[in-house]
């Protein structure tokens, strides 16, 4: 299967700064999201990114498929923002995703 | 639309105990996963359909049997519960074509 790694696993912020995480994929994808995994335990989709630049709000991802990774930027981060960032992967044809060990995130005031 | 409901939200189980986990999701999509979330880790896929009657196995089946007689409901079953399988279970669905997942709530899972 695709091995997906991701950078930093832990990531402290202070209020405000902004971080960029990262997702590299072992085996081409054909597509990938982002999620967020509130303190609650509750997993929330950022992005479906197969390729490109998205944004939403404070939040940005963008995909470079040829060079198998993906970036998450956030923005004048918020406290709310702390959770478990995960991006998932599919190749092409194939129905079996594969996840990361996840980025947690501690934004302090 | 509901989305992707799961229940129960919390279980604890004996060892060698059975259940099944519900998952039912409302949007007509085709494909439905099972994952497993183990503390401080991402998800490992156990099972996944792909429409009713067809299923297939994913990284970790072990201990774990599906059926997906409907569209809407793809329900997990664990036989004879092992406290290996104390973990956070999470189902997915996503319509065909599209390869955007939509999670449930989880059920969270206590093996003793």
């Known amino acids: 299967g695709i091995q997906v790694e991701q950078s930093p696993p832990d990531l402290i912020l202070q209020e405000g700064a902004n971080s960029t995480l990262r997702c590299n994929f072992s085996?081409?994808?054909?597509?990938l999201q982002w999620f967020h995994q509130n303190p609650w335990g509750q997993l929330i989709n950022l992005f479906y990114?197969?390729?490109g630049t998205k944004q939403n709000g404070r939040l940005s991802a963008t995909t470079v498929a040829t060079e198998r990774y993906s970036l998450l930027y956030i923005s004048s981060s918020q406290t709310t923002d702390s959770g478990v960032y995960f991006c998932a992967g599919k190749a092409y044809n194939f129905n079996k995703f594969y996840f990361g060990s996840g980025t947690k995130l501690n934004v302090k005031p | 639309n509901a989305g992707v409901t799961q229940t129960p939200k919390f279980r604890i189980l004996k060892i060698g105990q059975s259940m099944t986990l519900q998952c039912t999701q409302d949007m007509n999509h085709n494909y439905m996963y099972w994952y497993r979330q183990d503390p401080g880790m991402g998800l490992k896929l156990i099972y996944y359909s792909v429409g009713a009657g067809i299923t297939d196995k994913g990284e970790v089946p072990n201990g774990y049997n599906v059926s997906r007689s409907t569209t809407e409901d793809f329900p997990l079953r664990l036989e004879l519960a092992a406290p290996s399988q104390t973990s956070v279970y999470f189902c997915?669905?996503?319509?065909?074509?599209?390869?955007?997942?939509?999670f449930g709530p989880g059920t969270r899972l206590t093996v003793t």
């Open positions: 085996d081409s994808v054909n597509n």
């Open positions: 997915a669905s996503r319509k065909q074509g599209i390869d955007e997942q939509y």
């Open positions: 990114i197969p390729s």
